[in-house]
C-alpha cells in the first residue's frame, strides 16, 4: 500500500464538521445500531466507520451516510461487473488483468479500489480529504489487495497521470467538483489510448430527489443554484457546509464534455423499467407533498424553494410527450435517480 502525497484540500461530504475527540460512546452507539453491516471480513472498516460518523450520533442523516459508507464495496463490484459485461478495454483479454490500469477519482470510502483490484486491476484512488484516504487505505487494506492511493485534488496537475490509465471511474463526483471545465480536461489527459471514462451522476430532476436530496435530504434543496443551496443548510444545520455545486441534465453533460474533447453516452441501464407512468406517479406524489415539504425548509427560504418546486412542476407537465422519442427523452431526464454513462476521447 503506497502512503498518501500531495497536500488536502478541504472537502465535506457529510452535513457537520467532526468535532475533535468524538467520544467513545458516540462510536459504540453507532457500531450498535448499524451492526447489521459488520462482519468478519468488514470488521475493522467498520469500526473505523463508527469512529468516522461518530460527530453524526443525533444526526438525522446519520443512516444514510453510514449505509452509503458501509456498501461502499459492493457498489464497486456492480459497476465492474457492469463494466466486464459492457466496455472490454482490452478486446483481446478483457477488461480486467494484471495489466489494465484504473483510476478513481474521489475514491472515498475505497470501494471501486476494492472491487477492481479484486479482479485483477492495478488501482489507483485520488482523494482530497485525507479522512477519506485514512478510510480507503483501511478498507483495501483489510481485503489484502494494494492501491496506490493520492491524497491531492483532480483538478490540479498530475503530470504522471498522464496518458496513464485504460479506465476512470467517477461515481458520485461530478456534482461535487466546482472546476468542472479543469476537471474534464484531466480526464481527458489522463486516458490511456482506447480508455474510457466510467461516471454515476445523481440527477437533480427525479422527482423524489426533489421530495428528499440524496446528500441532505433537504426538500427541494436540489432545485436552487449552489449560494441559495448553502445558505438553505446553514439555516437547516448550522455549522453544515454545502458542496453540491451542480445538477446539470444529459444533454448540458453532453455540451460540456465535448467541449472538452470526450464524448458522454448514458447506459441502456439507466432506462431499464422505466416508464412515463411511472415518472408521472413520482411527480405527483411529489405534488401531493408540497405544503407539508415546505414546511420543513428553514423560514428564510421557503419562499425560494416554493417558486422553484412550482416551476419544476410546470416544466415536467409541459414536457413534451407525444412522440416516442419525446417520451425517451422525457423518461431520460426525470426516470433515473442516477445516470450511468461512460466517455471517451474524441480524435
Known sequence: MNTPREKPVS??????????????AAQADIAERFARFRTPENAGFFDALARHFAHLRDHPVLPLHFEYAVTANERGRDAAEKLSRRFPVHRSRGLFSRRTRVLDVGCAYGGFLVAFAERGARVTGIERDERYVRLAVENVRQHGLDADIVLGDATAAHPAFRGRFDLITANDVVEHVPRLETFLANLREWLAPGGAVYLEIPNGAYPPYVRKDGHHELFGIVLLDFEEASDYVARHSPGGR?????????????????????????????????????????????????????????????????????????????????????RRRFVLEYGPSFWIALARARA
Open 11 to 24: 472537502d465535506s461530504r457529510e452535513p457537520l464538521s467532526a468535532p475533535v475527540g468524538a467520544s467513545s
Open 242 to 326: 454545502y458542496d453540491t455545486y451542480h445538477y446539470l441534465g444529459p444533454e448540458a453533460y453532453a455540451r460540456l464534455f465535448a467541449a472538452h474533447g470526450l464524448s458522454f453516452d448514458v447506459l441502456p441501464d439507466n432506462l431499464a423499467g422505466l416508464t412515463v407512468a411511472g415518472v408521472l406517479a413520482q411527480v405527483e406524489e411529489l405534488r401531493a407533498g408540497v405544503e407539508a415539504g415546505v414546511a420543513t425548509v428553514p423560514a428564510e427560504s421557503r419562499g425560494l424553494v416554493r417558486q422553484r418546486v412550482a416551476e419544476y412542476l410546470a416544466r415536467v407537465e409541459a414536457a413534451p410527450r407525444a412522440t416516442q422519442e419525446e
